[in-house]
């Protein structure tokens, strides 16, 4: 089945990314700059959620059924918000980073201040328990999934619901909002629901219709468990079978075209979900320029052009465990993984190139090393340039602080932040310039008053 995916690949390494043993690195990483960390380590359960809120603070929420906000440029504890008495299940920042929404296993929803902590409001559930939310920022509210959608405003106050228990073989888990009004929703099927959402107003309050409008057959042999955006044009769907479909939004009104089908196995028999551990499985989907599509599957990743369909380059066995997570590090253009054996890695195919040219790429095509991207140029693989080691289990989530840093948390009830030591150096010069040229001119106001 995993084959297919080098029915696309066109580079020069094809074999070695195909076949190998698991890369390691000796003691040297000069290209690793991310080896100054803190510990955040409050939490006394798995941490399962994070998120970013601008402009230096963090929200990590965990199973011990609280959620702590961080300020990550001094690594302090800002707010520890307790009022959930089951595990964090989902959570949100809006309004422009004022209000955190929270949804946990007890069947309720927390709105809190970002501003002072407080609990704005406490709600429950109409959908019992929630999966996760979307915000929908044009119209300032949120949807939230689980036996069906529900629509808040920013302020606690619910203005549409639907329940969809009795018609759904479970809870959705996933949503995406397309052509500014429909709903895709995936839960543990094969299958997507459309739901057309339609916004107005009466008087001042805002009100909201949600309509189921149909059932979209994907190509998934099985349960889709990831959706993602990649433009206004594009989105894509994975599933437990290790297939993504690439899906077009250019068509008139609910029509969604499936423009590629990326590893599917026509003669793929559907497994057991409760007996099978699906080894090649899609952990999470990434999208970088609008364009570009790393995958996380069984223990390795790939790049993918959605575009064009074409499989770039990638590693088969990234990890000695399943890969849980990836983040793509912009400025040195590195991707990141994450897995279930405790590791976090940093690749790229162009680290130590003396081109010059290469080194004033940015984006992908730095990741890459070529500013050449289509189905026919040759890529090199992407090489192990970093291995950062301090969890104790497996990594729930990474994040991309965007400030030379980044945070991840796991099952160990840590949320670990990693820094950027050439730009904390930088950090600890300013400080000491500026303390050094305080102190002068200090010295020098006290000469001319003498």
């Not at 029915?7 to 003691?27: A, C, M, Q, Y």
């Not at 798995?46 to 702590?68: K, M």
């Amino acid at each position: 089945m995993f084959r297919n995916f080098w029915k696309l690949f066109t580079g020069p390494d094809r074999n070695s990314i195909l076949d190998g043993d698991v890369p390691e690195l000796d003691n040297e990483q000069p290209y690793n700059d991310y080896t100054e960390i803190q510990l955040l380590n409050k939490h006394t359960d798995i941490v399962r959620l994070l998120i970013y809120i601008q402009p230096d603070r963090i929200a990590s929420a965990s199973d011990d059924c609280s959620v702590i906000v961080w300020d990550i440029e001094d690594g302090i504890l800002l707010y520890h918000l307790k009022r959930h008495t089951r595990p964090i299940t989902s959570m949100v920042d809006v309004n422009d980073g004022k209000v955190l929404i929270t949804a946990s296993s007890d069947k309720s929803i927390c709105f809190w201040s970002l501003q002072d902590g407080r609990l704005l409001q406490h709600v429950k559930s109409r959908i019992g328990s929630i999966k996760c939310f979307l915000d929908i920022q044009d119209q300032n509210v949120i949807c939230a999934a689980g036996g069906g959608l529900n629509i808040w405003d920013y302020y606690g106050y619910s203005i549409s619901f639907i329940d969809m228990a009795a018609s759904l073989n479970s809870d959705i888990h996933s949503l995406l909002i397309v052509k500014r009004n429909f709903l895709l929703a995936a839960c543990d099927d094969n299958q997507l629901q459309v739901f057309l959402i339609q916004f107005h107003k009466i008087g001042s309050d805002q009100q909201a219709m949600i309509n189921p409008r149909k059932t979209l057959k994907t190509p998934h042999a099985e349960y889709i468990r990831y959706l993602l955006k990649i433009s206004d044009a594009y989105f894509a769907s994975a599933s437990l079978d290790g297939s993504i479909v690439i899906w077009s939004t250019l068509d008139s009104i609910d029509n969604f075209e499936a423009i590629f089908a990326l590893n599917n196995h026509e003669t793929y028999e559907r497994k057991n979900v409760l007996l099978h551990d699906f080894p090649y499985s899609v952990q999470q989907l990434l999208s970088v320029e609008n364009r570009f599509l790393f995958a996380a599957i069984g223990n390795g990743f790939f790049l993918f052009d959605a575009e064009s369909g074409v499989t770039l380059t990638g590693v088969i066995n990234a990890h000695h465990s399943k890969v849980t997570r990836l983040m793509f590090l912009a400025r040195p253009a590195y991707l990141v993984t994450s897995s279930q054996d405790g590791s976090i890695r940093l690749w790229s195919c162009s680290v130590g190139s003396n081109n010059d040219t290469i080194k004033k790429f940015t984006g992908i095509r730095k990741f890459l090393g070529s500013s050449l991207l289509g189905p026919k140029t040759c890529y090199k693989p992407p090489a192990l340039i970093g291995d950062c080691t301090a969890h104790a289990g497996a990594i729930e989530k990474l994040l991309d602080c965007h400030q030379f840093s980044f945070v991840s948390c796991g099952v160990d009830n840590q949320v670990i932040l990693w820094r950027n030591r050439l730009a904390e150096m930088e950090k600890m010069n300013d400080t000491a310039a500026r303390m050094f040229a305080s102190s002068t001119s200090i010295d020098s106001l006290k000469m001319f008053i003498d």
